[in-house]
């Protein structure tokens, strides 16, 4: 099974161990889990991201005074 041997700083070790502690679980889970839940978590990112995008328009007409101006707007007004 392919694994990685990663240095850490003595701070870093113990901040590590201290969440692992925290979660009950070992620090090798810890950091495996961690790893893991970081790809997950950009996968949320993304799709909510382009979720949004797709329902700007939605929105914009639900709440009209919440539309934000745009970029170019605010650069004029700042002139």
Known sequence: MPSLNI????????????????AGVSLKQYVHDLSL???????????????????RGEF???FPDEVPPSPRAQGTEAA
């Open 7 to 22: 240095s850490y700083s003595d701070e870093e070790m113990e901040e590590l161990r201290a969440a692992a502690a925290a």
């Open 60 to 62: 914009d007409e639900a």
């Open 37 to 55: 839940r970081e790809k997950q978590r950009l996968q949320f990112v993304r799709y909510a991201v382009s979720w949004g995008e797709r329902h």
